[in-house]
């Protein structure tokens, strides 16, 4: 069996499956295209982003979340888009991959944004009490940007429903994985994020992807997996190491607590709301969250939460608009082996180690 990191060089999340290490006897359903699933129309999962060579995921107004194998070179812009060429870029301070990875479980990484995005809600990492009821058989939807099939097919973004197969976390680490499917991701979902939806109507990723494991099998075959780093472990570090509190209802050890961040969260689905040029006009955001206790109290007695992603909030003026959203990924051009030609620097694990590194799983 063999495990690639599923960035392919030059394309990057295309169906986030959520997958650990599937049995030897599990595979996914034929069909060659890796998302089996939408073509997302403009300002459909609007927080899930292009970045060169991988899917990233806002979860706060500043910070991106996306995978540690992905490296952190030609990270300058990034962009939300449903297809690479369009759609509005968004300027980056640093990023910096965690400096433990060595495999699935680990594969964390994150980007600044210069200046905070206002008016796309954000998708926050599930924590607390959120997480009492992921488990087999928990609804998921996979979205990202990368290959549709063997042949190619990255820079469109796709969607797919799917469930959880099973969690495996030791608290610092974790893995969870999608069930066979014709959701498989394929070369180029690297960072991709696993989306769960909450009763309130407001999402919460619970992973980022990380390998595709083949087998013997092409990527989309019957036979391909995939498997993510779970995204709760990474809280901690990511929190630390960028001084951003990407847990806005949580106290760091997981207890509820909420702040006036806690709520306004991405509600919406596949569905256009608006333009990336006006920040995704009418896109659904939640209420005040009280997903695990009382929502936060702003002494206004209004528990309605507009501030973030609706009619009011701007023109979408955040960042460069600049339309090149695939600038140079297709420099990138490889096969299903990760590949690490231009992330080496120094807060990048050499990519080159990947490879073996996935074998362990």
Not at 210 to 221: A, K, M, P, R, V
Request: hydrophobic share 25%; charged share 25%; net charge negative.
């Amino acid at each position: 069996m063999s495990n690639h990191l599923i960035r392919r060089l030059f394309v990057t999340s295309s169906i986030c499956t959520l997958a650990w290490t599937l049995p030897a006897d599990a595979s996914a359903a034929d069909g060659a295209r890796i998302a089996h699933g939408d073509v997302i129309p403009e300002c459909g999962y609007a927080p899930v982003m292009l970045i060169n060579g991988c899917t990233g995921l806002l979860v706060h107004p500043q910070l991106m979340l996306y995978a540690a194998h992905c490296g952190t070179s030609s990270k300058g812009t990034i962009y939300f888009t449903h297809r690479a060429g369009q759609g509005r870029g968004v300027r980056t301070t640093q990023c910096r991959t965690n400096p433990s990875y060595t495999n699935p479980s680990n594969d964390w990484a994150y980007c600044l944004l210069e200046e905070p995005v206002t008016d796309i809600p954000i998708v926050p990492v599930a924590f607390g009490c959120e997480l009492d009821n992921i488990g087999s058989g928990t609804p998921i939807v996979q979205c990202g940007f990368g290959d549709s099939s063997t042949n190619g097919g990255y820079g469109t973004k796709r969607a797919g429903e799917n469930t959880v197969q099973d969690v495996s976390s030791n608290g610092n680490v974790g893995r969870i994985r999608s069930s066979p499917s014709l959701i498989v991701g394929c070369p180029g979902d690297s960072g991709g994020p696993m989306l769960t939806q909450l009763d309130d109507g407001s999402w919460r990723t619970l992973g980022m992807a990380s390998t595709i494991d083949t087998g013997y099998e092409s990527c989309g075959q019957p036979g391909a997996y995939n498997s993510y780093a779970y995204s709760p472990p990474s809280v901690d570090w990511v929190e630390q190491s960028s001084g951003i509190d990407i847990t806005p209802c949580f106290d760091p050890d997981g207890t509820w607590n909420p702040g006036p961040e806690c709520g306004g969260f991405y509600a919406g689905d596949g569905s256009p709301h608006g333009t990336w040029g006006n920040g995704c006009q009418g896109t659904p955001v939640s209420d005040w969250s009280e997903t695990c206790g009382p929502p936060y109290d702003d002494g206004t007695g209004d528990d309605d939460d507009d501030d973030t992603g609706d009619d009011d909030t701007g023109d979408g003026d955040t960042g460069d608009d600049d339309d090149s959203g695939d600038d140079d990924d297709d420099d990138d051009g490889g096969d299903d082996d990760d590949g690490d030609d231009d992330d080496d620097d120094d807060d990048d694990d050499d990519d080159d180690d990947d490879d073996d590194d996935d074998d362990d799983d």
